[in-house]
């Protein structure tokens, strides 16, 4: 029972010591209406199908001047990619007007400038055993 109690500190004690955190700097931000609603992929297939290996919610009241900063924690070393909705209206879906987006979007460390969604691979990024910052830049249709 000792050992059994021992393994288990051991495997939570390793767990946590290998963690990363995320520091996601938000440029470009309109209002201070809503909130983001992050977005944590691996993979290209888990994007597509919007399968996030984690969510996150970050209100955007405390925004100044266009900006704000939150961070994502506990994440294992590896390749991740973030997508973000800006949430205006906080129905956790992107609204649209004729065809366009209505609300504001955006990925880690790139800004999309098509008009189609971007891949994976664009906006991937590796996390590996040091924290990480990284950038998003809000954009508006």
Not at 29 to 50: E, M, P, S
Not at 80 to 96: C, H, Q, T, V
């Amino acid at each position: 029972m000792k050992n059994l109690i021992l393994l288990s500190f051991i495997v939570v004690f390793a767990s946590t010591t290998i963690a990363q955190t995320i520091t996601i700097n938000f440029t470009n931000i309109r209002n201070n209406k809503g909130q983001f609603c992050l977005g944590v992929y691996t993979n290209q297939k888990d994007y597509a199908n919007k399968v996030a290996v984690k969510k996150q919610k970050v209100m955007k009241a405390t925004m100044k001047d266009g900006k704000l900063t939150a961070k994502i924690e506990g994440l294992a070393p590896g390749t991740y990619g973030i997508a973000l909705l800006d949430d205006e209206d906080f129905d956790r879906k992107m609204a649209y007007g004729f065809l366009l987006p209505k609300e504001g979007f955006a990925f880690s460390d790139y800004y999309h400038k098509g008009m189609s969604k971007p891949s994976f691979e664009d906006f991937d990024f590796v996390l590996g055993k040091e924290d990480k910052t990284i950038e998003m830049k809000i954009r508006y249709l």
